[in-house]
Protein backbone atom coordinates (compact mmCIF):
# COMPACT_ATOMS: atom_id res chain seq x y z
CA UNK A 1 0.00 0.00 0.00
CA UNK A 2 1.77 3.38 -1.09
CA UNK A 3 2.30 6.09 1.14
CA UNK A 4 -0.35 8.50 1.35
CA UNK A 5 2.21 11.77 0.36
CA UNK A 6 2.67 9.29 -2.68
CA UNK A 7 -0.48 8.51 -3.41
CA UNK A 8 -1.36 12.72 -3.30
CA UNK A 9 1.50 13.37 -5.92
CA UNK A 10 0.33 9.93 -8.48
CA UNK A 11 -3.11 12.01 -8.49
CA UNK A 12 -1.60 15.10 -10.46
CA UNK A 13 0.56 13.20 -12.62
CA UNK A 14 -0.08 13.20 -16.36
CA UNK A 15 -0.88 10.22 -17.99
CA UNK A 16 -1.96 9.73 -21.60
CA UNK A 17 -5.48 7.67 -22.22
CA UNK A 18 -6.19 6.68 -25.40
CA UNK A 19 -9.32 8.14 -27.63
CA UNK A 20 -10.62 5.43 -30.19
CA UNK A 21 -13.12 7.81 -32.71
CA UNK A 22 -13.05 5.99 -36.25
CA UNK A 23 -15.16 4.96 -38.91
CA UNK A 24 -14.28 1.44 -37.75
CA UNK A 25 -15.56 2.08 -34.63
CA UNK A 26 -18.69 3.78 -36.25
CA UNK A 27 -19.40 0.39 -38.20
CA UNK A 28 -18.70 -1.45 -35.74
CA UNK A 29 -21.28 0.34 -33.48
CA UNK A 30 -23.54 0.03 -36.50
CA UNK A 31 -23.49 -3.56 -36.61
CA UNK A 32 -24.05 -4.03 -32.66
CA UNK A 33 -27.18 -1.94 -33.33
CA UNK A 34 -28.46 -4.34 -35.76
CA UNK A 35 -28.13 -7.27 -34.00
CA UNK A 36 -29.70 -5.69 -30.99
CA UNK A 37 -32.36 -4.76 -33.35
CA UNK A 38 -32.57 -8.53 -34.94
CA UNK A 39 -32.79 -9.79 -31.16
CA UNK A 40 -35.75 -7.17 -30.07
CA UNK A 41 -37.75 -7.76 -33.18
CA UNK A 42 -37.34 -11.54 -32.61
CA UNK A 43 -38.38 -11.31 -28.78
CA UNK A 44 -41.60 -9.60 -29.76
CA UNK A 45 -40.21 -6.23 -29.06
CA UNK A 46 -39.89 -3.11 -30.58
CA UNK A 47 -36.40 -1.89 -31.76
CA UNK A 48 -35.28 1.39 -30.07
CA UNK A 49 -34.67 4.59 -32.21
CA UNK A 50 -31.42 5.82 -32.32
CA UNK A 51 -29.05 8.63 -33.28
CA UNK A 52 -28.43 8.53 -37.07
CA UNK A 53 -25.41 9.33 -38.83
CA UNK A 54 -22.70 8.47 -35.70
CA UNK A 55 -19.11 9.03 -37.11
CA UNK A 56 -16.27 9.45 -35.94
CA UNK A 57 -14.72 13.01 -35.02
CA UNK A 58 -11.64 14.70 -36.84
CA UNK A 59 -8.44 14.58 -35.22
CA UNK A 60 -8.74 18.34 -35.01
CA UNK A 61 -11.41 17.35 -32.43
CA UNK A 62 -10.25 14.23 -30.94
CA UNK A 63 -6.73 13.03 -31.64
CA UNK A 64 -5.93 9.32 -30.91
CA UNK A 65 -4.54 9.87 -27.38
CA UNK A 66 -4.76 12.69 -24.60
CA UNK A 67 -3.01 13.77 -21.14
CA UNK A 68 -4.92 13.54 -18.06
CA UNK A 69 -4.34 13.31 -14.46
CA UNK A 70 -6.45 11.54 -12.32
CA UNK A 71 -7.70 14.36 -9.86
CA UNK A 72 -8.86 15.92 -13.27
CA UNK A 73 -11.29 13.02 -13.81
CA UNK A 74 -12.14 13.21 -10.15
CA UNK A 75 -12.91 16.76 -10.16
CA UNK A 76 -15.07 16.66 -13.19
CA UNK A 77 -17.28 13.42 -11.58
CA UNK A 78 -17.22 15.47 -8.64
CA UNK A 79 -18.52 18.39 -10.75
CA UNK A 80 -21.05 16.24 -12.53
CA UNK A 81 -22.71 14.16 -10.19
CA UNK A 82 -23.39 16.68 -7.28
CA UNK A 83 -26.68 16.72 -7.90
CA UNK A 84 -27.31 13.11 -7.89
CA UNK A 85 -28.69 12.76 -4.68
CA UNK A 86 -27.58 9.35 -4.54
CA UNK A 87 -25.45 9.70 -1.13
CA UNK A 88 -26.38 9.80 2.72
CA UNK A 89 -25.57 13.88 2.88
CA UNK A 90 -29.25 14.42 1.33
CA UNK A 91 -27.03 16.64 -1.16
CA UNK A 92 -24.40 18.34 0.52
CA UNK A 93 -20.94 17.54 -0.25
CA UNK A 94 -22.44 14.28 -2.17
CA UNK A 95 -19.13 15.03 -4.58
CA UNK A 96 -16.76 13.64 -1.88
CA UNK A 97 -17.67 10.49 -3.45
CA UNK A 98 -15.63 10.65 -6.53
CA UNK A 99 -12.57 10.67 -3.26
CA UNK A 100 -13.04 6.88 -3.25
CA UNK A 101 -11.13 6.52 -6.81
CA UNK A 102 -8.14 8.26 -5.33
CA UNK A 103 -6.07 5.34 -5.41
CA UNK A 104 -7.70 3.60 -8.64
CA UNK A 105 -5.58 4.88 -10.93
CA UNK A 106 -2.04 5.16 -12.05
CA UNK A 107 0.07 5.08 -14.66
CA UNK A 108 1.93 2.13 -16.59
CA UNK A 109 5.39 2.43 -17.19
CA UNK A 110 4.87 6.11 -16.47
CA UNK A 111 3.35 6.24 -19.94
CA UNK A 112 -0.16 4.77 -19.73
CA UNK A 113 -3.15 5.55 -17.49
CA UNK A 114 -4.67 2.28 -15.91
CA UNK A 115 -6.61 0.61 -12.91
CA UNK A 116 -4.16 0.26 -9.45
CA UNK A 117 -4.03 -3.06 -7.65
CA UNK A 118 -6.63 -1.42 -5.66
CA UNK A 119 -9.04 -0.57 -8.30
CA UNK A 120 -8.68 -3.78 -9.94
CA UNK A 121 -9.83 -5.26 -6.69
CA UNK A 122 -13.54 -3.99 -6.56
CA UNK A 123 -16.49 -6.23 -5.02
CA UNK A 124 -18.88 -7.21 -7.92
CA UNK A 125 -21.34 -4.90 -7.02
CA UNK A 126 -18.60 -2.12 -6.75
CA UNK A 127 -17.30 -3.01 -9.84
CA UNK A 128 -20.36 -1.84 -11.62
CA UNK A 129 -20.62 1.29 -10.13
CA UNK A 130 -16.56 1.74 -10.68
CA UNK A 131 -17.02 1.55 -14.47
CA UNK A 132 -20.21 3.48 -14.38
CA UNK A 133 -18.71 6.64 -12.56
CA UNK A 134 -15.66 5.98 -13.96
CA UNK A 135 -17.07 6.64 -17.19
CA UNK A 136 -18.82 9.55 -16.39
CA UNK A 137 -15.31 11.26 -15.25
CA UNK A 138 -12.94 9.85 -18.20
CA UNK A 139 -15.98 10.85 -20.89
CA UNK A 140 -16.69 14.34 -19.82
CA UNK A 141 -13.03 15.35 -19.17
CA UNK A 142 -12.39 13.94 -23.69
CA UNK A 143 -15.84 15.53 -23.92
CA UNK A 144 -14.79 18.50 -22.62
CA UNK A 145 -11.98 19.25 -24.88
CA UNK A 146 -13.68 18.53 -27.79
CA UNK A 147 -16.57 20.94 -27.29
CA UNK A 148 -13.50 23.57 -26.54
CA UNK A 149 -11.84 22.90 -29.43
CA UNK A 150 -15.33 23.40 -31.50
CA UNK A 151 -16.15 26.80 -29.94
CA UNK A 152 -12.79 27.75 -29.29
CA UNK A 153 -14.06 31.50 -27.64
CA UNK A 154 -16.99 29.97 -25.75
CA UNK A 155 -17.13 28.32 -22.45
CA UNK A 156 -18.23 25.01 -21.40
CA UNK A 157 -20.44 24.09 -18.33
CA UNK A 158 -21.49 19.94 -17.81
CA UNK A 159 -25.24 20.04 -16.72
CA UNK A 160 -27.34 17.46 -15.65
CA UNK A 161 -30.05 15.94 -17.77
CA UNK A 162 -31.84 14.62 -15.33
CA UNK A 163 -31.90 17.97 -13.41
CA UNK A 164 -32.66 19.65 -16.50
CA UNK A 165 -35.62 17.64 -17.92
CA UNK A 166 -37.36 17.06 -15.14
CA UNK A 167 -37.99 20.90 -15.09
CA UNK A 168 -40.61 20.46 -17.86
CA UNK A 169 -41.10 16.65 -17.96
CA UNK A 170 -41.98 14.25 -14.99
CA UNK A 171 -39.69 11.39 -14.99
CA UNK A 172 -39.85 9.78 -12.06
CA UNK A 173 -43.31 8.76 -9.98
CA UNK A 174 -46.13 6.54 -10.49
CA UNK A 175 -46.83 8.23 -13.36
CA UNK A 176 -43.90 7.41 -15.43
CA UNK A 177 -43.36 4.03 -14.14
CA UNK A 178 -44.82 2.10 -17.04
CA UNK A 179 -43.33 4.29 -20.25
CA UNK A 180 -39.85 2.30 -20.58
CA UNK A 181 -38.56 5.07 -23.55
CA UNK A 182 -38.42 7.44 -19.89
CA UNK A 183 -35.11 5.74 -19.02
CA UNK A 184 -33.80 6.35 -22.44
CA UNK A 185 -32.54 10.29 -22.51
CA UNK A 186 -28.75 11.58 -22.32
CA UNK A 187 -26.40 11.29 -18.82
CA UNK A 188 -25.28 15.12 -19.57
CA UNK A 189 -25.88 18.25 -21.18
CA UNK A 190 -23.00 20.00 -22.99
CA UNK A 191 -23.64 23.86 -23.35
CA UNK A 192 -21.54 26.04 -25.04
CA UNK A 193 -21.81 29.94 -24.07
CA UNK A 194 -21.07 33.37 -24.77
CA UNK A 195 -22.32 36.29 -23.46
CA UNK A 196 -24.42 37.72 -25.90
CA UNK A 197 -24.90 34.72 -28.17
CA UNK A 198 -26.81 31.82 -28.32
CA UNK A 199 -25.84 28.61 -26.50
CA UNK A 200 -24.65 25.50 -28.40
CA UNK A 201 -26.30 22.32 -26.66
CA UNK A 202 -24.82 19.20 -27.24
CA UNK A 203 -26.12 15.76 -25.05
CA UNK A 204 -24.11 13.12 -23.95
CA UNK A 205 -24.40 9.70 -22.90
CA UNK A 206 -21.80 7.97 -20.92
CA UNK A 207 -20.90 4.43 -20.23
CA UNK A 208 -17.75 2.57 -18.80
CA UNK A 209 -16.83 -1.01 -18.92
CA UNK A 210 -14.46 -4.05 -17.30
CA UNK A 211 -14.79 -5.71 -20.01
CA UNK A 212 -13.46 -6.11 -23.77
CA UNK A 213 -13.89 -4.37 -26.83
CA UNK A 214 -16.94 -5.46 -28.57
CA UNK A 215 -18.56 -4.93 -25.19
CA UNK A 216 -17.98 -1.68 -25.74
CA UNK A 217 -19.80 -1.57 -29.21
CA UNK A 218 -22.75 -3.30 -27.54
CA UNK A 219 -22.37 0.01 -24.83
CA UNK A 220 -22.53 2.54 -27.69
CA UNK A 221 -25.35 0.98 -29.51
CA UNK A 222 -27.35 1.53 -26.32
CA UNK A 223 -26.12 4.99 -26.02
CA UNK A 224 -27.30 5.84 -29.19
CA UNK A 225 -30.50 5.45 -27.99
CA UNK A 226 -30.58 7.62 -25.03
CA UNK A 227 -29.42 10.88 -27.33
CA UNK A 228 -31.78 10.07 -29.86
CA UNK A 229 -34.46 10.56 -27.30
CA UNK A 230 -33.67 14.76 -26.92
CA UNK A 231 -33.84 17.19 -29.80
CA UNK A 232 -33.50 21.37 -29.34
CA UNK A 233 -35.14 22.31 -32.42
CA UNK A 234 -36.37 19.99 -35.57
CA UNK A 235 -35.87 16.38 -35.59
CA UNK A 236 -32.43 15.49 -36.09
CA UNK A 237 -30.62 18.59 -36.09
CA UNK A 238 -29.22 18.06 -32.38
CA UNK A 239 -25.45 17.59 -32.27
CA UNK A 240 -24.67 14.49 -29.58
CA UNK A 241 -21.58 12.98 -28.30
CA UNK A 242 -21.61 9.18 -27.07
CA UNK A 243 -18.64 7.57 -24.75
CA UNK A 244 -17.50 4.02 -23.80
CA UNK A 245 -14.82 4.11 -21.48
CA UNK A 246 -12.92 0.78 -21.51
CA UNK A 247 -11.48 0.76 -18.11
CA UNK A 248 -8.83 -2.97 -18.89
CA UNK A 249 -7.98 -1.84 -22.67
CA UNK A 250 -4.93 -2.74 -24.09
CA UNK A 251 -2.14 -0.15 -23.26
CA UNK A 252 -4.45 1.38 -20.66
CA UNK A 253 -7.74 3.41 -20.41
CA UNK A 254 -9.13 3.59 -23.74
CA UNK A 255 -12.27 5.84 -24.70
CA UNK A 256 -14.34 4.90 -27.76
CA UNK A 257 -16.18 8.22 -28.81
CA UNK A 258 -18.71 8.76 -31.84
CA UNK A 259 -20.49 12.07 -32.81
CA UNK A 260 -23.48 13.02 -34.87
CA UNK A 261 -23.09 16.57 -36.08
CA UNK A 262 -25.71 19.30 -35.74
CA UNK A 263 -26.57 22.97 -34.78
CA UNK A 264 -28.41 22.49 -31.44
CA UNK A 265 -28.56 26.45 -31.22
CA UNK A 266 -30.65 28.13 -28.43
CA UNK A 267 -31.58 30.93 -30.03
CA UNK A 268 -33.63 33.67 -28.29
CA UNK A 269 -34.36 37.19 -28.02
CA UNK A 270 -32.83 39.73 -25.93
CA UNK A 271 -35.67 40.81 -24.13
CA UNK A 272 -37.46 37.21 -23.54
CA UNK A 273 -38.05 37.48 -19.79
CA UNK A 274 -38.54 33.07 -20.09
CA UNK A 275 -34.60 32.93 -20.75
CA UNK A 276 -33.07 35.34 -18.00
CA UNK A 277 -31.76 32.84 -15.70
CA UNK A 278 -32.01 35.16 -12.43
CA UNK A 279 -35.92 34.67 -12.30
CA UNK A 280 -37.32 31.64 -10.70
CA UNK A 281 -38.16 29.00 -12.64
CA UNK A 282 -41.47 27.49 -12.75
CA UNK A 283 -42.00 23.32 -13.76
CA UNK A 284 -43.89 23.01 -16.82
CA UNK A 285 -45.74 20.02 -18.42
CA UNK A 286 -44.40 19.54 -22.22
CA UNK A 287 -45.66 16.90 -23.42
CA UNK A 288 -42.77 13.97 -24.08
CA UNK A 289 -42.91 13.50 -27.53
CA UNK A 290 -40.57 14.39 -31.00
CA UNK A 291 -41.92 15.16 -34.22
CA UNK A 292 -40.52 13.31 -36.98
CA UNK A 293 -40.72 14.94 -40.52
CA UNK A 294 -42.64 12.73 -42.57
CA UNK A 295 -41.93 12.52 -46.57
CA UNK A 296 -44.67 14.16 -49.21
CA UNK A 297 -46.44 16.32 -47.45
CA UNK A 298 -47.98 13.77 -45.12
CA UNK A 299 -48.49 14.17 -41.46
CA UNK A 300 -45.47 13.99 -39.20
CA UNK A 301 -44.45 11.21 -37.05
CA UNK A 302 -44.80 11.87 -33.73
CA UNK A 303 -42.31 9.74 -31.35
CA UNK A 304 -42.27 9.02 -27.52
CA UNK A 305 -39.24 11.77 -26.25
CA UNK A 306 -37.86 15.60 -25.54
CA UNK A 307 -38.39 18.18 -27.48
CA UNK A 308 -37.51 21.94 -27.55
CA UNK A 309 -39.03 23.87 -29.82
CA UNK A 310 -38.34 27.54 -30.38
CA UNK A 311 -41.03 28.97 -28.46
CA UNK A 312 -39.53 27.47 -25.39
CA UNK A 313 -35.84 28.23 -25.99
CA UNK A 314 -35.99 30.95 -23.28
CA UNK A 315 -37.23 28.55 -20.62
CA UNK A 316 -34.68 25.77 -21.63
CA UNK A 317 -32.25 27.71 -21.77
CA UNK A 318 -32.97 28.92 -18.22
CA UNK A 319 -33.27 25.54 -17.06
CA UNK A 320 -30.13 24.92 -18.23
CA UNK A 321 -28.41 27.89 -16.58
CA UNK A 322 -29.87 27.44 -13.54
CA UNK A 323 -29.35 23.42 -12.78
CA UNK A 324 -25.63 24.03 -14.14
CA UNK A 325 -25.73 26.87 -11.55
CA UNK A 326 -26.75 24.70 -8.65
CA UNK A 327 -24.41 22.18 -9.50
CA UNK A 328 -21.25 24.70 -8.70
CA UNK A 329 -23.39 25.44 -5.46
CA UNK A 330 -23.93 22.27 -4.40
CA UNK A 331 -20.14 21.88 -4.79
CA UNK A 332 -19.43 24.03 -2.76
CA UNK A 333 -21.28 22.20 -0.19
CA UNK A 334 -24.19 24.58 -0.37
CA UNK A 335 -27.79 23.50 0.63
CA UNK A 336 -30.06 26.64 0.81
CA UNK A 337 -28.14 28.43 -2.25
CA UNK A 338 -28.00 25.23 -3.93
CA UNK A 339 -32.06 25.11 -3.73
CA UNK A 340 -32.89 28.39 -5.20
CA UNK A 341 -31.99 26.93 -8.60
CA UNK A 342 -33.93 24.36 -8.18
CA UNK A 343 -38.20 23.52 -8.67
CA UNK A 344 -39.78 21.41 -6.69
CA UNK A 345 -39.71 18.57 -9.36
CA UNK A 346 -36.16 18.95 -9.88
CA UNK A 347 -35.22 18.37 -6.11
CA UNK A 348 -35.37 21.73 -4.30
CA UNK A 349 -36.92 20.31 -1.09
CA UNK A 350 -34.01 17.49 -0.94
CA UNK A 351 -31.43 20.33 -0.65
CA UNK A 352 -33.57 22.52 1.64
CA UNK A 353 -32.41 22.39 5.00
CA UNK A 354 -30.58 20.13 7.40
CA UNK A 355 -30.99 16.50 8.29
CA UNK A 356 -28.27 16.28 10.56
CA UNK A 357 -25.73 18.22 12.50
CA UNK A 358 -22.93 17.10 10.73
CA UNK A 359 -24.70 18.59 7.29
CA UNK A 360 -25.21 21.58 9.17
CA UNK A 361 -21.61 23.64 8.80
CA UNK A 362 -21.22 24.54 5.12
CA UNK A 363 -19.79 27.27 2.55
CA UNK A 364 -17.73 28.32 5.89
CA UNK A 365 -14.05 27.41 4.13
CA UNK A 366 -11.97 29.72 2.26
CA UNK A 367 -8.32 29.04 1.06
CA UNK A 368 -6.40 30.94 -1.04
CA UNK A 369 -4.72 28.48 -3.89
CA UNK A 370 -2.53 29.82 -6.20
CA UNK A 371 -2.80 33.03 -5.61
CA UNK A 372 -6.77 33.20 -5.93
CA UNK A 373 -9.05 33.10 -2.69
CA UNK A 374 -11.72 30.42 -2.73
CA UNK A 375 -14.68 29.34 -0.86
CA UNK A 376 -16.67 26.14 -0.07
CA UNK A 377 -16.30 23.16 2.02
CA UNK A 378 -14.01 20.74 3.32
CA UNK A 379 -13.78 16.82 4.16
CA UNK A 380 -11.05 15.28 6.58
CA UNK A 381 -10.93 11.91 6.61
CA UNK A 382 -8.16 9.29 6.56
CA UNK A 383 -5.90 7.97 3.54
CA UNK A 384 -3.79 4.57 4.54
CA UNK A 385 -3.62 5.97 7.75
CA UNK A 386 -3.17 9.14 7.27
CA UNK A 387 -5.09 12.13 8.11
CA UNK A 388 -6.01 14.37 5.04
CA UNK A 389 -8.24 17.40 4.24
CA UNK A 390 -10.31 18.03 0.73
CA UNK A 391 -11.50 20.58 -0.38
CA UNK A 392 -14.03 21.89 -2.85
CA UNK A 393 -14.92 25.59 -3.66
CA UNK A 394 -15.22 28.54 -5.95
CA UNK A 395 -13.84 31.77 -6.77
CA UNK A 396 -14.64 34.74 -3.71
CA UNK A 397 -15.13 36.74 -7.27
CA UNK A 398 -17.71 33.93 -8.52
CA UNK A 399 -19.02 32.74 -5.46
CA UNK A 400 -20.82 36.12 -4.24
CA UNK A 401 -23.06 36.46 -6.88
CA UNK A 402 -23.96 32.43 -7.55
CA UNK A 403 -24.83 32.66 -3.41
CA UNK A 404 -27.00 35.84 -4.37
CA UNK A 405 -28.94 34.31 -7.12
CA UNK A 406 -27.49 36.26 -9.66
CA UNK A 407 -25.98 33.89 -11.94
CA UNK A 408 -26.48 36.11 -15.19
CA UNK A 409 -23.68 38.32 -13.60
CA UNK A 410 -21.49 35.20 -12.70
CA UNK A 411 -21.33 33.93 -16.27
CA UNK A 412 -20.41 37.57 -17.43
CA UNK A 413 -17.55 37.77 -15.11
CA UNK A 414 -16.64 33.72 -15.46
CA UNK A 415 -16.49 34.13 -19.03
CA UNK A 416 -14.15 36.86 -18.90
CA UNK A 417 -11.80 35.40 -15.99
CA UNK A 418 -12.08 31.73 -17.80
CA UNK A 419 -8.36 31.38 -18.91
CA UNK A 420 -7.25 32.81 -15.56
CA UNK A 421 -8.49 29.70 -13.41
CA UNK A 422 -6.35 27.22 -15.07
CA UNK A 423 -2.95 29.70 -15.56
CA UNK A 424 -2.77 30.49 -12.19
CA UNK A 425 -0.17 31.10 -10.77
CA UNK A 426 1.25 32.39 -7.18
CA UNK A 427 2.03 31.19 -3.58
CA UNK A 428 0.37 29.59 -1.68
CA UNK A 429 0.55 26.94 1.24
CA UNK A 430 -1.19 24.42 0.30
CA UNK A 431 0.95 21.31 -0.18
CA UNK A 432 -0.81 18.71 -2.57
CA UNK A 433 -3.25 18.42 -5.71
CA UNK A 434 -5.09 20.97 -6.80
CA UNK A 435 -7.49 20.85 -10.11
CA UNK A 436 -8.90 23.93 -11.54
CA UNK A 437 -11.83 24.51 -13.62
CA UNK A 438 -12.79 27.00 -16.01
CA UNK A 439 -15.77 27.56 -14.21
CA UNK A 440 -13.78 28.48 -11.25
CA UNK A 441 -14.13 26.08 -9.01
CA UNK A 442 -11.06 24.37 -7.38
CA UNK A 443 -11.04 20.61 -6.04
CA UNK A 444 -7.57 20.28 -3.61
CA UNK A 445 -6.36 17.84 -0.88
CA UNK A 446 -3.51 17.67 1.35
CA UNK A 447 -1.74 15.88 4.11
CA UNK A 448 -2.58 17.23 7.62
CA UNK A 449 -0.29 16.92 10.59
CA UNK A 450 -0.84 14.03 13.21
CA UNK A 451 -2.95 15.17 16.33
CA UNK A 452 -1.27 15.08 19.71
CA UNK A 453 -1.79 11.80 21.38
CA UNK A 454 -2.90 11.73 25.21
CA UNK A 455 -0.87 9.60 27.27
CA UNK A 456 -3.75 7.12 28.55
CA UNK A 457 -3.38 6.84 32.37
CA UNK A 458 -3.41 3.03 33.73
CA UNK A 459 -6.30 1.56 35.63
CA UNK A 460 -6.22 2.14 39.26
CA UNK A 461 -3.80 4.72 39.32
Not at 4 to 21: F, G, T
Request: glycine residues 10%.
Amino acid sequence: MAEAAQVLKDLVKRWSVQVNSTAALAGAVADAAAKDDKQRREDGREPLRRKPELRGLPTAEATPSIKLTPWEVLHTLGCATVLSRQGAGRGLAEHWGSLKYCQALEGSSGRYMMLSEEGLNPTRHYKTVQSGELGFGFALAVAERVVKKRYPDHSVSVVDADITLQAGWALVGKDVKRRDWIRLRPDFFLEAWKPGEPSKVIPVACKGTHGKTPYAYTQLASASAQVEAVHVGPWNETPVLITSTELLGQGGIIIHLLHAPGDGALTVAPDDPAADADRALDDLNVYPDVRIPAADGEDDERVSGFQVLPARYGWFRAALVRAGAAGLMGFTGGGEPTAQYLTKRQGRRHFEGFTHAGTGIVQDVDHEIRGVTFIGTDHVFRLNGKRVEAFSGVAEDLFHPLRDGEVERYRQEAHALRSVWCSARGTDDWDGPVSLREDGSVMAMRLLPDPPRKRRRRSGA
